[in-house]
């Protein structure tokens, strides 16, 4: 098994940054696709970029955040990232990452095997 806890949300601006990290625990980490979801007030959880175990040769993101977001993963610190650039008031949600044991990567949520609990960010206008 693994388990994940993210920590980096906030309360930011229209167009500030933020970066999201995952720690992960447990064993097989290398190995897995990590992702990141988020899910806004009353709906719906979403995808929002994915990573598979080779790095960032391998990426997938949503299209309401490719060219702001850019995930990213330290298999050595077992650690992946979400840096989010040109935040917008959309992007308020909790960001959940999640690991699949298939290390082909993949957008389902379904998908994912462990999920993490979650962190908080706020974008005001």
């Known amino acids: 098994q693994v388990q994940l806890v993210e920590s980096g949300g906030g309360l930011v601006q229209a167009g500030d940054s933020l970066r999201l990290s995952c720690a992960a625990s447990?064993?097989?980490?290398?190995?897995?696709?990590m992702g990141w979801f988020r899910q806004p007030p009353g709906k719906e959880r979403e995808f929002v970029a994915a990573?598979?175990?080779?790095?960032?040769?391998?990426?997938r993101y949503a299209d309401s955040v490719k060219g702001r977001f850019t995930i990213s993963r330290d298999n050595a610190k077992n650690t992946v990232y979400l840096q989010m650039n040109s935040l917008k008031p959309g992007d308020t949600a909790v960001y959940s990452c999640?690991?699949?044991?298939?290390?082909?990567?993949?957008?389902?949520?379904?998908?994912?095997?462990?999920w993490g609990q979650g962190t908080q960010v706020t974008v005001s206008s």
């Open positions: 999640a690991a699949r044991r298939d290390p082909l990567i993949t957008i389902a949520t379904g998908s994912y095997d462990y």
């Open positions: 447990g064993r097989t980490f290398s190995r897995h696709t």
């Open positions: 990573i598979s175990w080779s790095g960032s040769r391998n990426t």
